[in-house]
Structures are given as structure tokens and as C-alpha cells.
């Protein structure tokens, strides 16, 4: 094949490249065309043959599976000559803005070209400019100042926020000052290693390790923590490149080294399991009885059992620790499956790092490998439009591709308020698994094995009362004990009944205050001159409707029960009816300033 060898040529294969982009972002729209599309440019041209150049190897076969023949269909439509259309990795060379982009794209794909076919494509003089190679380059004082960031390891590394601009990772070779290592990264002055380089904010802890600064990719770290947000060591990496005399890195190379780093982050991200939520450790009764089945079959399944698997209920009732144990469970059956548990806060934080360092590309990869991603507490994201919209294609990816995701939540997703209704949906697909306010009987049997748990020997009596006086949710309860147990040892005095009351006078009092939905339609069917026995019943007359509605939105204010809960109190009525009754009286307040008064004191006296 003949390569198009004038410039003129390639800017018009640009052109109709920058027309084909147009025409693929209204066929698949804006969150397509920003995933999957936008990173993608030309990188090089051969007569009837374009290549195009992806940063990532899975973005590559995502894009070869998803797009590659609408590309090469519209393609055609603008020039007929073209026949073939390439996707392949930029690997080595990567890109941080779009004239090093093309030109790193260019030799990537020229390579990759050169490997397949032995054609040389040939690339405009211009695009490979002063930056050979595509690499910033460092001149032992800062950068020649070319776009935001330099390159390296396939990675951008972009100097964000006006701080001085990192050194690349010493992947290729580049004209750094002879005698001056890029180890240690920045100028001469910061030493090797420890030191932040380049911009800092903020100064963020994770996975036990102090980072005092983010690098500027959030990668690139010497791989010593793994996080990418700790201090920079370019130029030593896991490979031991080091600086000036480092090799480039084969495209082969820098995949390895990204699935190292990849799987390295999501060992991190998972760091945080305890290890005391295990299935051994969860007492199973009737109120979690069907979340326990559920996520012990997630956990024992090598294969999808539902997706997702939705656990919801109050706080403190075992969500997190059933999810912990899944991860536990598939880790201890089978350590190669890649297991991601994070809170959807953290979830958020990662994602916003990735967007300010550039970095989107990497944390979709990571995400999108996992075998079973679990998101804990999901109504963080409410109200999060930009997570939302992360997730919910990190979602689409992972059920696409078979994996398992599991999802905590404090409400079922149907009543997730401030979430799109897409993800909603979405997350109501697979089995959603309701955890009940435990019973008496659960919460006797949870209080005995922390007690062995403990070593410590409680008398039945105590635990009888314990499980009687603290009915809200089960950390207060594991407190109490463990409050119970730690002034038994300190003082050394046996546990009696007495001790117990002493010490935790405070917790049961606040305990016995604790509002019941019983008291509320009480008071609330005092207040409006009804029977409370109205509060169950059928009855649809406003005098009646009404005053139940105000009672169900008091009982979703001052109590924290789930709105099912609410429901069956009110005589067995829907979740639904719940939350158009909470709705109807913020509505009716605020057009109403009596009726929101009415509500203010009724509040008041539930409260006092
Ligand atoms: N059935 C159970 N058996 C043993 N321990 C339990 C059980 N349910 C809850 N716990 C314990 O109660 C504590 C709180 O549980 P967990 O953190 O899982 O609650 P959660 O539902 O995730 O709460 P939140 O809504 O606040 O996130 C943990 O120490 C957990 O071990």
C-alpha cells in the first residue's frame, strides 16, 4: 500500500476524520461520544487505510466491538477510498493534548502498522513537531511549556491548576540534560522519590500511606502505594526504569504495566474491608433473612446470579457487613477474581480526582475490569448528576460484560429520590433484598456472639435486657456491650444488671424517648379529633385521609423507619402510599402557612 505522504493530504483525512466524529456523536450521543469517542484521533493515513488511535488496549476492544464499523461506514460515505479503518493503542506514547496527541498517536499507530503490515505510514512533518516523540520535554528547569502536561507511560500527566508541570514517567527517551536524573521527578532541587512534585493539593491520605501531595495524572506514582495520589517517583518504576537511560516501552510493556497499576489501585480501593464482617460472624433471623441468602449466593456463585444484587434497609442493620462479607467470601474461594468494594462517596471522590488529573480514561479501565464491583450506601450519590451518569455506564459495562455488581442502600431504588430514573431502573433489575428492623429475638442472638466474640462472659439476664432496652439498630447495640464489657474489665467487677443500668444510663434513656410511629398517629389522631384506629384503616374521607397523611410524613421525619415500615403500621399501605403522603404535606406546607404551623407544633410536642 502506498502511504499519503503530503500533509496537505492528511489534513483533508482531518478534516473528514473531525466530520465522521460530528456524525457519530448525534448518532450515539453526547455520553457515548465523551467515553468512548472523543478520546479516540487520526493517527495515521496509507492509501485506502486509516488508523486511529486509542489510549487504552480495553478502550480499543470496546471501540472494535462498539463503533469500528459505523466509523469505517461513515468514513466511506466521506471518501470512498477508504476501505479499512484500524483502531490501535497509542500505548507507549499516549497523548496530553491534541497536537501531541496526533503525533504520538501517529508513531504509536505507525508502529503498530509497520508490525502488521510493514507499511510505514507516514506522518506530517508538523504534527511530530519540536516535541519528538510526543513527549514533554524537560529541560532541568520546567517544560518547553508545550499544552498542560507532559507524557509518559501512555498516561497524561497534566500540570493541573497552574503548578509547576510534572516530569514525565521515564518511559521514553527524551532530551533530559545530560547527568541529570529524572528520578525524584522534579526540578534538581527536590530529592528523589518523597517529595511532591510539581502541583500539590490539599495533601489527601489513603490506604495507609501519607501522600502530601496528588501528582498531577493521579498515576504515575513510584508504585510504592499504589494509589497514584501520594508522592511521585518518576523514572522508578516497578520496572525499574530509571530516567535517562530508561527504554521505551513496548506497547506490550506499558499494558502490563497498566493492569500492574490497575490491579494494584483496586487492591487499594478494597483495603478497607474489615475483618470482622464475615458470613461466620453474621447472625441470620428472620428480618435479614432473605440479604443473607441473597448475598451468600452472590458469594458462593462463580457465575451472575442477579444483577444487581440490592440490599437496602435502616442504618446499623448489617448492610455493609454482609456486602464485606461477600468480598471476603469470593476472595478466600477464588483470590484471582477481582473483587472492588467502595462507598459510593468514595466512589464519587475517585471520580472527580480522575476528571481534575485528566486521568477518566484510567479510572473507567479499573472500574470496567472488575469481576464484582459493590457500591455501598448508593444514596450518597443523589442529587449527583455527574457521578450518576459514571456509574450508571460503569453499570452498563460490568452487566454488559457479565460481572456481578452488588448495591447497599438506604431505601429501595424505586424510593432513591434524586437519583436519574435510568439508574433507578436500573438498579432495581436484579434482586433487591429488604432488611427488616431486627427483633427481639435477633438482636438477643447478635448480642451473644459479639459477647463471644468478645471473650467475655455477660450474664443471659443482661443480654436479655440489653436486647429489650435497645431496639434502634444493631452498632448502638454492639456499643452497648462492648461500653458493658470494656468498664467490667477496667474496673474489674463481673457484669451484673445493676452495672449495666449505671453505665449506660445515658443510651437508655435516650432510648426510652425514642419515638415510635405509635406515639406519632396518637398524638397526631389526638390533635385532629380521629380515632387512632383510623390510622389503619380504609377510610378515604379527607377528615380522616388527612390527618393520616400528616401522621406518615411526622413518622418519615422523626422516626427511622423505611417507608415499607411506615406503610405496614398504616394498616398494611404501600411504600407509594407513603411517599405521596410525605410529598402532599410538603406540598400543602408550603402553600399553607396554618397547616405548616400545625405541622411545627405537632413536631414540637412529638419532640419535647
Ligand atoms: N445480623 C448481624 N449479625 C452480626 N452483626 C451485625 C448484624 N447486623 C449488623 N451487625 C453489626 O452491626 C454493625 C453495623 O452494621 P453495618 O455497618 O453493616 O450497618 P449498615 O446497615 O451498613 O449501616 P449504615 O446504613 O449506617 O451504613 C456492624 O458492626 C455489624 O457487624
Known amino acids: 500500500m502506498t502511504p499519503v505522504s503530503d500533509p496537505a493530504d492528511f489534513a483533508e483525512y482531518e478534516a473528514q476524520w473531525g466530520r465522521v466524529r460530528d456524525a457519530l456523536r448525534s448518532e450515539f450521543g453526547d455520553a457515548a461520544f465523551y467515553s468512548w469517542l472523543k478520546p479516540l484521533s487520526l493517527a495515521a493515513v496509507t492509501e485506502g487505510r486509516v488508523t486511529i488511535a486509542v489510549p487504552t488496549r480495553f478502550m480499543r476492544d470496546w471501540v472494535v466491538s462498539h463503533y469500528a464499523d459505523r466509523i469505517r461506514v461513515l468514513w466511506s460515505w466521506e471518501n470512498p477510498a477508504v476501505r479499512r479503518v484500524d483502531i490501535s493503542v497509542a500505548g507507549a506514547w499516549g497523548a496530553a493534548d491534541p497536537a501531541s496527541a496526533k503525533a504520538a498517536a501517529a508513531r504509536a499507530a505507525g508502529a503498530q502498522a509497520a508490525e502488521d503490515d510493514a507499511v510505514a505510514p507516514v506522518v506530517p512533518p508538523a504534527a511530530n513537531g519540536p516535541r519528538a516523540g510526543g513527549a514533554a520535554i524537560y529541560n ?345 464489657v470494656a468498664h467490667a474489665t477496667l474496673v474489674g467487677r463481673a457484669i451484673t444488671l445493676e452495672t449495666t443500668q449505671e453505665v449506660l444510663q445515658d443510651l437508655l434513656r435516650a432510648n426510652e424517648r425514642r419515638l415510635t410511629i405509635e406515639d406519632i398517629q396518637k398524638r397526631v389522631a389526638e390533635h385532629f379529633n380521629i380515632r387512632v384506629s383510623d390510622m389503619h384503616s380504609a377510610r378515604r374521607s379527607r377528615a380522616i385521609a388527612r390527618p393520616r397523611q400528616v401522621a406518615m410524613y411526622l413518622a418519615k421525619q422523626l422516626t427511622q423507619s423505611s417507608l415499607p415500615e411506615i406503610g405496614r403500621k398504616f394498616g398494611g399501605r404501600d411504600h407509594t402510599t407513603v411517599m405521596h403522603a410525605v410529598k402532599k404535606v410538603e406540598e400543602l406546607g408550603s402553600q399553607d402557612s396554618s397547616f405548616a404551623d400545625d405541622i411545627e407544633l405537632l413536631r414540637r410536642m412529638l419532640e419535647s
Not at 441470620?284 to 444483577?307: D, I, W, Y
Not at 444514596?379 to 455488581?405: M, P
Not at 450474664?459 to 447495640?477: C, D, M, Q, T, Y
Request: aromatic content about 8%; charged content about 20%.
Open 140 to 484: 532541568g528547569e520546567g517544560y518547553n511549556g508545550e499544552g498542560r502536561g507532559g507524557i509518559s507511560g501512555g498516561y497524561v500527566t497534566g500540570g493541573y491548576g497552574g503548578g509547576a508541570p510534572l516530569p514525565p514517567r521515564s518511559s521514553k527517551p527524551s532530551p533530559v540534560p545530560a547527568g541529570q536524573s529524572r528520578a525524584g521527578g522534579g526540578p534538581a532541587n527536590q530529592p528523589g522519590g518523597h517529595q511532591p512534585t510539581g502541583h500539590q493539593s490539599g495533601g489527601h491520605q489513603s490506604g495507609g500511606h501519607q501522600s502530601t501531595g496528588h501528582n498531577a495524572s493521579g498515576r504515575g506514582s513510584s508504585g510504592h502505594d499504589g494509589t497514584g495520589s501520594g508522592p511521585v517517583a518518576y523514572g522508578a518504576g516497578r520496572n525499574g526504569r530509571s530516567g535517562a537511560q530508561a527504554a521505551p516501552m513496548s506497547e506490550a510493556e506499558a499494558d502490563a504495566e497498566a493492569s500492574h497499576r490497575a490491579a494494584e489501585r483496586i487492591d487499594q480501593w478494597s483495603a478497607g474491608l474489615d475483618p470482622r464482617f464475615t458470613f461466620d460472624n453474621f447472625v441470620c433471623g428472620k428480618p435479614n433473612e432473605l440479604a443473607h441468602a441473597a448475598a451468600l449466593r452472590v458469594a458462593e456463585s462463580e457465575t451472575v446470579q442477579f444483577n444487581p444484587l440490592f440490599l437496602y434497609g435502616g442504618v446499623g442493620l448489617g448492610k455493609t457487613h454482609l456486602m464485606h462479607a461477600i468480598a471476603w467470601h469470593i476472595r478466600g474461594r477464588n483470590p484471582r477474581r477481582k473483587v472492588v468494594y467502595m462507598s459510593a462517596e468514595k466512589f464519587m471522590y475517585e471520580f472527580i480526582r480522575a476528571l481534575r488529573y485528566k486521568d477518566t480514561m484510567a479510572f473507567k479501565e479499573q472500574f470496567r475490569s472488575v469481576d464484582v464491583l459493590m457500591i455501598d450506601d448508593v444514596q450518597f450519590i443523589s442529587g449527583k448528576d455527574s457521578t450518576q451518569e459514571e456509574f450508571f455506564h460503569t453499570f452498563n459495562a460490568l452487566v454488559d460484560q457479565n460481572r456481578q455488581i452488588v448495591v447497599s442502600g438506604d431505601r429501595s431504588p424505586s424510593d432513591l429520590d434524586g437519583m436519574e430514573e435510568r439508574l433507578r431502573s436500573r438498579l432495581g433489575w436484579g434482586m433487591v433484598a429488604d432488611i427488616h428492623p431486627t427483633t427481639y429475638e435477633l438482636r438477643l442472638g447478635i448480642l451473644q456472639q459479639k459477647a463471644d466474640q468478645l471473650g467475655a462472659v455477660v450474664p443471659g439476664k443482661v443480654l436479655e435486657f440489653l436486647a429489650h432496652k435497645i431496639a434502634s439498630n444493631v452498632r448502638e447495640l454492639e456499643g452497648a456491650l462492648n461500653r458493658v
